[in-house]
């Protein structure tokens, strides 16, 4: 039983291209979340989501950065126009459940996002 | 009102020592207080968690202490070994919230 999987590991972009960010949350986990880590700091939310539904994107910057769950296939979390301040890793983590009793985030290795 | 504070940033500990970090929050509409486990390379996994209905939980050698009017709690490693080495982070959730905060972290190092 695979755990999250997240790919690439390693990305590195130029300034000015798009970065894509895959995630595939673990059999049988419907909900997807999305977090940011940089140096020395704790984890920051970013988007959490549902198949094919966006529930909570507060956490997410308005511009350049979406993300998608769908139907079929992995989430993806989309950084267009990459600038040196998006460099962090992103992790990815699922869930079975949504706030039940036993509520469980099941992490990712993350991918390391590096802007040149 | 979201955030939560964690102590100290980073810990030394001999080993067989008590490792203790501490967690403090505003947002009394938290009701789901885990710990998390970090090793350099590798996403966090989930420790040990508790909710405001109790002060303590046990699990092997970790242990949540929960201080519910003082809006505190913290996570004791007791008999600590180098294979703990690790980031540690404390996060929050309200009842019917949809995301975790998460305290900055604590890098515990146990010397052998």
């Known amino acids: 039983n695979a755990g999250v999987m997240q790919n690439p590991r390693h990305l590195v972009r130029r300034r000015g291209q798009e970065a894509r960010l895959r995630c595939s949350p673990m059999k049988g986990h419907s909900h997807v979340y999305w977090y940011r880590q940089l140096p020395e700091e704790g984890l920051k939310f970013m988007v959490y989501?549902?198949?094919?539904?966006?529930?909570?994107e507060s956490g997410m910057p308005k511009e350049r950065f979406s993300a998608e769950f769908p139907k079929e296939g992995p989430s993806i979390l989309r950084i267009q126009q990459v600038v040196r301040g998006d460099s962090a890793a992103y992790f990815c983590?699922?869930?079975?459940?949504?706030?039940?009793?036993?509520?469980?985030?099941?992490f990712g290795s993350g991918t390391q996002l590096s802007v040149l | 009102q979201q955030q939560v504070k964690q102590s100290p940033q980073s810990l030394i500990v001999q080993k067989g020592g008590i490792s203790i970090i501490n967690c403090a929050y505003e947002?009394?509409?938290?009701?789901?207080f885990p710990w998390y486990q970090q090793f350099p390379g590798k996403g966090p996994a989930l420790l040990i968690a508790?909710?405001?209905?109790?002060s303590e939980k046990k699990e092997g050698r970790f242990t949540i202490s929960f201080n519910k009017s003082a809006k505190q709690f913290s996570l004791h490693i007791m008999d600590s070994q180098p294979g703990d080495s690790a980031t540690y982070f404390c996060a929050a959730t309200p009842a019917g919230g949809q995301n975790f905060v998460f305290g900055p972290g604590t890098r515990l190092s146990v010397l052998p």
């Open positions: 983590a699922s869930s079975l459940y949504h706030r039940g009793d036993n509520e469980k985030l099941f």
């Open positions: 947002n009394t509409a938290f009701d789901y």
């Open positions: 989501l549902q198949k094919e539904n966006i529930i909570d």
């Open positions: 508790i909710r405001p209905d109790v």
